[in-house]
């Protein structure tokens, strides 16, 4: 990386009243990245966009758009667009009039002309060309969106902040969407902030993800880092649909896991002390169904046990077995599920690169995972 | 059966109530038509006659009444109390509704509580104040102690309407490059004009109906219709169909405008209620 970043925030801190929004967040954002922030509901996305807009004022710590603080800097001068999850579309103006705002204003004034062309590159990119005449309130929810989106685009910015801006969008206009938001030239130029709680969303869009939580930054990292070396069992959860398995268990004294119940052992490929509480996790799509195949990357690891349910997810099935007292469920193609009735025994095999180890998790504290 | 019986006892209490509200406005206008000399007969058969307007209307009685006057008088006052108003009570109204600051809340209600005073209470150190200050009688005066009444009405009722107003509007403009002063003119304002237009009637009325600050606070100069309406009733003889028709004329304005803004005002009351 060379010279300094977009987006700096340093120890952020901002509370409502009695409610704290950001509790000492930092984030930091390259010139140019596409930057994922990923996060429940109440997590803290949209204080944090609007601290960095100008539009909240932090209580503690510092904001740095290119390096020059922005203390007492007011949003107008920030340089910064934002798309609002409540779009925030003047109601009493057309579409066109809407997306024409930034432009006619002092800061980014373009000549009517060259405004009207830009509005109509960018309302053909986002296909609502068809409705600059209407007014914001007779259009759908989608199609506000996308008007929101555009009021964002239309401008050069020093960054994009876009809050969840796909969210209203129906199933097939969103996974549309999301595969041309990052080819439009504006986004793949500015750097961008993006919000959203969908973690599909910022797995595909994400140069960088950063996993929120109570107003901290829990992790940061590639797409590959965040999946394969999760911090803590609430960064390994976020990703992957059916969720990671996590079972309960503790360590023996040959370092091996010994399920909760007793029901069965693996060893383990990480040192850890004997006696401690732990969770093995391991992700649902990580599970073979029979017997180890021995798929490179050493002897895989065999677990026995009974199917509990099988559940069709289009062209894969969702399988959940009992061990003992616990279930596991892995994602199989549909065609090796076919013919497992419940209650048959079924044999599984992991392979143990796969597998990660988490401390137990303790009351509003996810446990961190162990590594060597 | 049972519905429609319920319905036409319904319609019936209306027109009871109809007819108990409207009967003083009736009898207001039968007043207004009598002459002079059948004023007092209780019988509605009497030779009608526009005398009454015709003298209101005109120079005045043999008092010299000057009523026009009275009238123009109320229409610059009310109207100015109502344009001072607005001007400050609507950047104060915005203030109150998007910020909190030490002191915000006991402000608002100090403003409220010059509403719920009665106006007699601060009659008299007024009326010593306005001799001092050389205001008795006049327009500024007049203007400036309406305020009472029509600056409160607007800043509590326009802080509701910018309270519903999303904050994230006016965000959305000061990121699109404006200040925060063209966020307010260009954003918020127009988004409350139903508002402005319901408030700003409601306001006039009051300040056109004011009956004890002019009673006390003026005498010929800046005198309104409510006071001016009853010097008909002075002198030997009262003479109660100049000031009916006195009345119904300073009713013209207020119903006038009414019914021009009618389009806003129904818009505007149920603003508030419907979050789109």
Redesign the interface.
């Known amino acids: 990386m060379t010279g300094p970043a977009a987006i700096t925030l340093r120890g952020v801190g901002k509370r409502y009243g009695k409610n704290t929004a950001l509790d000492g967040l930092d984030l930091e954002v390259a010139e140019g990245e596409f930057f994922c922030l990923l996060g429940p509901s109440g997590a803290g996305k949209t204080t944090t966009l609007k601290t960095i807009a100008g539009l909240e004022q932090p209580q503690a710590g510092t904001v740095e758009l290119g390096g020059a603080d922005m203390a007492g800097v007011e949003p107008y001068d920030r340089g910064v667009a934002m798309c609002f999850e409540s779009y925030a579309l003047y109601p009493h103006r057309t579409a066109y009039d809407n997306l024409a705002s930034p432009l006619r204003s002092p800061r980014h004034r373009l000549p009517a002309h060259e405004a009207r062309e830009r509005i109509g590159e960018i309302a053909e990119l986002l296909g609502i060309g068809a409705l600059l005449d209407r007014q914001v309130g007779r259009l759908s929810n989608g199609q506000r969106q996308r008007v929101a989106l555009g009021r964002v685009l239309v401008r050069p910015a020093r960054a994009f902040l876009l809050d969840e801006p796909l969210s209203h969008l129906d199933a097939k206009l969103r996974q549309a969407m999301r595969a041309e938001l990052r080819a439009i030239g504006a986004v793949r130029r500015t750097t961008t902030l993006y919000v959203t709680h969908d973690s599909v969303e910022a797995l595909a869009l994400g140069d960088r993800i950063g996993v929120i939580r109570d107003g901290r930054m829990v992790q940061t990292g590639t797409r590959e880092e965040l999946w394969h070396r999760p911090c803590d069992t609430f960064v390994a959860r976020s990703f992957g649909r059916p969720r990671i398995n996590l079972l309960p268990g503790t360590v023996t004294p040959e370092g091996h896991f010994r399920s909760s119940d007793g029901a069965y052992e693996l060893p383990l490929a990480v040192p850890a002390p004997p006696g401690t509480a732990v969770q093995l996790g391991v992700r649902p799509r990580d599970i073979g169904l029979g017997a180890p195949a021995g798929t490179g990357g050493g002897p895989a690891l065999e677990l026995t046990g009974a199917v509990h349910v099988t559940e069709l997810l289009g062209r894969a099935t969702e399988v959940t077995v009992r061990i003992g007292g616990q279930r596991l469920s892995l994602v199989v193609p549909r065609a090796e599920a076919a013919g497992l009735s419940p209650d048959r025994p079924v044999r599984l095999s992991v392979a143990p690169e796969s597998l990660l180890l988490f401390e137990a998790d303790r009351p509003a504290r996810p446990g961190r995972r162990i590594s060597t | 059966m049972r519905r429609r019986l319920l319905c036409a006892a319904a319609d019936l209490a209306l027109i009871a109530y109809f007819v108990f509200a409207l009967f003083p406005v009736a009898w207001m206008v039968v007043l207004s038509l009598k002459p002079t000399n059948e004023l007092f007969s209780t019988y509605f058969s009497f030779t009608p006659t526009l005398d009454s307007y015709r003298t209101v209307l005109g120079a005045g009685d043999d008092q010299g009444v000057p009523f026009l006057r009275f009238f123009v008088n109320s229409l610059v006052v009310s109207l100015g109390a109502v344009a001072l108003s607005l001007v400050i009570g609507l950047p104060a109204a915005y203030a109150a509704a998007r910020w909190r600051f030490r002191g915000s809340e006991n402000l608002m209600f100090t403003l409220l509580s010059f509403r719920f005073a009665p106006e007699l209470t601060v009659i008299i150190p007024l009326f010593v104040l306005y001799q001092q200050l050389g205001l008795f009688d006049s327009y500024v005066g007049m203007v400036w102690v309406l305020q009472l009444v029509t600056l409160p009405l607007i800043v509590w009722i326009m802080r509701s309407y910018f309270s519903d107003l999303?904050p994230?509007?006016e965000?959305?403009?000061?990121?699109?490059?404006?200040?925060?002063k063209?966020a307010f003119f260009r954003?918020a304002l127009?988004?409350v004009k139903p508002g402005i237009a319901a408030v700003s009637l409601l306001a006039f009325i009051f300040a056109w109906n004011n009956f004890v600050f002019p009673l006390i606070l003026t005498s010929s100069n800046a005198q309104t219709v409510t006071v001016g309406a009853l010097s008909f009733l002075g002198g030997d003889r009262p003479k109660y169909n100049l000031t009916a028709a006195a009345a119904l004329v300073s009713v013209v304005p207020p119903l006038l405008l009414a019914l021009t803004i009618q389009r806003y005002l129904v818009r505007g009351l149920s603003f508030g209620a419907v979050k789109?």
């Open positions: 999303s994230e509007l965000q959305a403009a000061l990121l699109d490059g404006y200040t925060r063209q954003v127009p988004l789109s």
